[in-house]
């Protein structure tokens, strides 16, 4: 019976069309069960700038995987968990996992909010993605050969979506990660002059990496119609804070994480980074 309950009852996945929701959402729709897409675009539609979009969204669900779009650290963030985790739970939502972000103090204080919900809780609490750089505006500049950021020589232990993915599914579906916060890198810190150099042995092209100014960030930012806001959380992260790898996917998991090398021969072999036309 409880395996009925399980296929009846929908998952929420929160930001099901973006870099891990939609990798969680094929999960767990592969192992045959039943998802419910958290998005503007869902059915029913979910929306974190409108609250009143949130209570069909739970209807019926036990289980939600939560992602902040834009981050957890921008303004009103907390409150939004804060009123969200409410809500899910007044409907019946018994778990939640928060998607958190590594080093950053408003989204520890998201991670409390749901640690204090009620429900069953889990955090994934991850430093940069692989994928910004071929799945965000970064896509861009790895096609035009120049990574550009207010990175300085900092260095990062990248995560792959993937891993992040596992790590949520698990946590949805298997005993034994309540309560638990994981810390998700991936094996080693990488420069971002280190990462422009795997980029160039992936691609076979010339990748360079280019430290900006945060005004010379912001134009850039501008550019593409985010959030300025990034450029001060950017810089924020990457003061040294961030700089260890964590073994959270190990925990987790009990396998080692995707390594960026592997990441970057993978992605170039899908077309991505080429040039067409």
């Given at each position: 019976?409880?395996?009925?309950?399980?296929?009846?009852?929908?998952?929420?996945?929160?930001?099901?069309?973006?870099?891990?929701?939609?990798?969680?959402?094929?999960?767990?729709?592969?192992?045959?069960?039943?998802?419910?897409?958290?998005?503007?675009?869902?059915?029913?539609?979910?929306?974190?700038?409108?609250?009143?979009?949130?209570?069909?969204?739970?209807?019926?669900?036990?289980?939600?995987?939560?992602?902040?779009?834009?981050?957890?650290?921008?303004?009103?963030?907390?409150?939004?968990?804060?009123?969200?985790?409410?809500?899910?739970?007044?409907?019946?939502?018994?778990?939640?996992?928060?998607?958190s972000g590594r080093g950053e103090?408003?989204?520890?204080?998201?991670?409390?909010?749901?640690?204090?919900?009620?429900?069953?809780?889990?955090?994934?609490?991850?430093?940069?993605?692989?994928?910004?750089?071929?799945?965000?505006?970064?896509?861009?500049?790895?096609?035009?050969?120049?990574?550009?950021?207010?990175?300085?020589?900092?260095?990062?232990?990248?995560?792959?979506?993937?891993?992040?993915?596992?790590?949520?599914?698990?946590?949805?579906?298997?005993?034994?990660?309540?309560?638990e916060v994981y810390e998700l890198?991936?094996?080693?810190?990488?420069?971002?002059?280190?990462?422009?150099?795997?980029?160039?042995?992936?691609?076979?092209?010339?990748?360079?990496?280019?430290?900006?100014?945060?005004?010379?960030?912001?134009?850039?930012?501008?550019?593409?119609?985010?959030?300025?806001?990034?450029?001060?959380?950017?810089?924020?992260?990457?003061?040294?804070?961030?700089?260890?790898?964590?073994?959270?996917?190990?925990?987790?998991?009990?396998?080692?994480?995707?390594?960026?090398?592997?990441?970057?021969?993978?992605?170039?072999?899908?077309?991505?980074?080429?040039?067409?036309?």
């Open positions: 019976m409880g395996n009925d309950m399980q296929v009846e009852n929908p998952i929420l996945v929160v930001g099901g069309t973006g870099k891990t929701g939609r990798r969680v959402a094929g999960r767990l729709a592969a192992r045959g069960r039943a998802v419910r897409i958290g998005s503007r675009s869902g059915a029913p539609a979910f929306d974190w700038a409108y609250p009143g979009t949130w209570g069909a969204a739970v209807d019926g669900v036990r289980s939600a995987y939560l992602t902040y779009y834009p981050d957890l650290a921008f303004p009103g963030a907390v409150e939004a968990i804060a009123e969200f985790s409410e809500v899910a739970v007044k409907a019946g939502v018994e778990r939640l996992v928060l998607l103090e408003a989204a520890e204080r998201a991670e409390g909010v749901v640690r204090d919900s009620g429900a069953a809780w889990s955090v994934v609490r991850c430093s940069w993605f692989n994928q910004n750089f071929s799945e965000a505006f970064l896509v861009d500049s790895v096609l035009d050969g120049r990574i550009a950021l207010p990175a300085g020589d900092a260095v990062e232990p990248f995560v792959d979506a993937d891993d992040i993915a596992d790590v949520v599914v698990a946590a949805l579906t298997e005993p034994g990660h309540d309560g890198t991936g094996p080693r810190a990488l420069g971002f002059a280190e990462v422009a150099a795997e980029l160039s042995a992936a691609t076979g092209r010339e990748i360079g990496y280019t430290p900006l100014t945060a005004a010379q960030f912001a134009a850039v930012l501008r550019e593409h119609g985010l959030p300025e806001d990034f450029g001060e959380l950017f810089t924020l992260i990457l003061d040294g804070r961030n700089a260890h790898p964590a073994d959270g996917v190990q925990r987790a998991l009990g396998r080692a994480p995707k390594d960026f090398t592997d990441y970057a021969r993978e992605t170039a072999a899908t077309g991505v980074w080429s040039r067409s036309g």
